[in-house]
Structure formats: C-alpha cells, structure tokens
C-alpha cells in the first residue's frame, strides 16, 4: 500500500446544496428548494450519469427544462448554514426530463450524464507527424471535444515518441482507448474533465479517512478486488484518489484507490447523505498529472431561486 500522509477530516453537520441549471449562458441557481439526487461516477470510458430531482420549481422555470432551453447541470454540496464551501460532485448533461406528481408535491426529474454529448460527438481526423507523441494526440483529443477540459492527465514518459506519421481517423472515445491502452491507463470523463489515471497510481487528490470518526457507516465489506465501503457524504471523494480505511476489522484497514463512488442526497434532514464507495487493494504511487492551463470557461447569468416559486434576480 502507499504510504502517503493522510488528513482526518472534522464532524461533518448541516447539509447545504446548490443546483445550477442552465445552457451555457443564463440559468438559476437552487439552494432552498428540495432536491434528491443519485450520481453514479467511476473510473471507465463511459459517461457517469446522474437522477436529480427538484421540488415546485415554477411552472416557468420548468418549461425551459422540459423544452430542452436548459439543458446542462451543475450540482454543489457542502456543510453548514452560514459560510458554506460548496464542492462540486457532478456536472453533465440533461438528457432527460420528467414532471410528475406526488402528493401536494411537483416533482421535476432530470436524467443525466457526464459529458455525454462531447462522448458521442467528438471526432478526429488529423495527421500527427513523424516525432509526435502520445501528449500530443490527447492535446488532439481535447481539441475535438471542446467543451471537455483538462483534468487529471498523466502519461507514460518512457514511451518513444512515433517513428512515421500516423493518421487519426475514428471517434475520439476510440482513439482514447487506444492511448489509455498503450500507457497502462484508464481514461474517463469526471466533471466534464478528462482523467487519464496509470493503473498503478493513483491521483493528487488529498488522501481521505474513512473511519467510524469521520463518518463511516458500517463497516467495510471484502470482495475479490478490494473493499465496499459507505460513509456520510464527503464531496472530496474522487474516482482515482486514494483513501485511508480504518475500521473496526484490522485486517481491512490500510490505503485503497476509489474505483468508483456513489453519491445519493437528499436536502431535507430525513433522507440520505451518503456515499457507497468500490475500493481497489494494491501498490499504488502517486502521479503527477501533466502540467496544462485549463480553459477559460464563459460567464453564466443566473437567476436564483431562494423559495419555492419565488425568483430573486441577483446575476453574477
């Protein structure tokens, strides 16, 4: 296991959330409403996907989501009622909206999806000359996705540069397969951000407890690969970063890279604030990520949604 320093992380009381619906260019911005939500995020090709749901947006605010004028999501959550530090624990596209009823209740239910759009659009055609390397065709990657940025990237540097020219022609999903298969790597979208994470290290994300102290539900549950592990919510976790396991079972205890997590929400003081995590056991080293500037992101307008069906116009 690696023996990287590890942080115990404080009581964590008070649920704060911040949904930020929108299209890029304007949108609202949810704190007080209720709100549920199932995020399912891992470290594969796929696209991570999402189930929020709000309560009593007004009429208005639903028909820009059911008619599709808003169709991304941003989803914060923190700790407290004053000084909030929100962390955000999704971002993707709407794919799917659904009102229903329940109750006195209106419930607005959006599917979603990590990038999705960017997954099934991006395309390359290009020509990488002779001397190129393997840096150079993700910078083509992203390039062909461009709302996709930059996230956690760090490539094999023993591998030599191409011999010849090669033409790139295919889905740029395809063409990250390739490269993650050739550096050792699994790639995948987290946040809109592209990770390519080596199989044997894991990310710089700051090294989390999980014990019964720090929110540990329960204790840790064996598989074949490494632990099962539920603990209160903590927007922290990461698919790629390592955590430090320390239980009521000792054989158990030691640090594990998150191969997935799950993060199921709700508000309001009765519903869950969780998250189940899949663990891998093994020798993990720390990676340094390449070193890129993020893109430059526009400015949204929002408005803010303080009470339900009540629109206070602040912008930003």
Known sequence: MSSSSTKQPTRQFGRALKLEVSNGKEG?????????????????????????????????????????????????????????????????DITRTNDQRNGMDIQTVLECADALKSYTTGFMSATLTKGSTHDD???????????????????????KPFMRARTMFGQTHQILDQIAGANNATWSIQDNKL???????????????????????????????????????????????????????????????IDTVRFRGDNKPKGPWLADLTLLGGDFAKKVRRLKKPRKKSEIQYDYVTEPGVNNTYGR
């Open 195 to 257: 990770n390519i994470i080596p199989n044997n290290g894991y990310t710089d994300a700051e090294v989390i407890v999980l014990s019964v102290s720090s929110g540990m539900v329960g204790a840790p549950r064996g598989t074949d690969k490494g632990l099962e592990v539920t603990c209160n919510l903590n927007p922290t976790l990461s698919v790629g970063g390592l955590v430090q396991v320390n239980s009521m079972f000792t054989q158990y205890d030691g640090q594990y890279k």
């Open 137 to 159: 065709l993700v910078d083509m990657c992203l390039a062909s996705m461009p709302k996709v940025d930059e996230g956690f990237i760090c490539l094999d540097n023993n591998i």
């Open 28 to 92: 609202i911005i949810i704190s007080n409403l209720r709100v549920t939500f199932d995020i399912q995020k891992g470290n594969a090709k796929h696209p991570n996907k999402a189930t929020i749901t709000v309560f009593n947006l007004t009429e208005s605010n639903r028909y820009k989501l059911a008619s599709g004028e808003w169709d991304y999501v941003r989803l914060s959550v923190g700790y407290g009622l004053t000084d909030v530090v929100y962390r955000q624990i999704f971002e993707g």
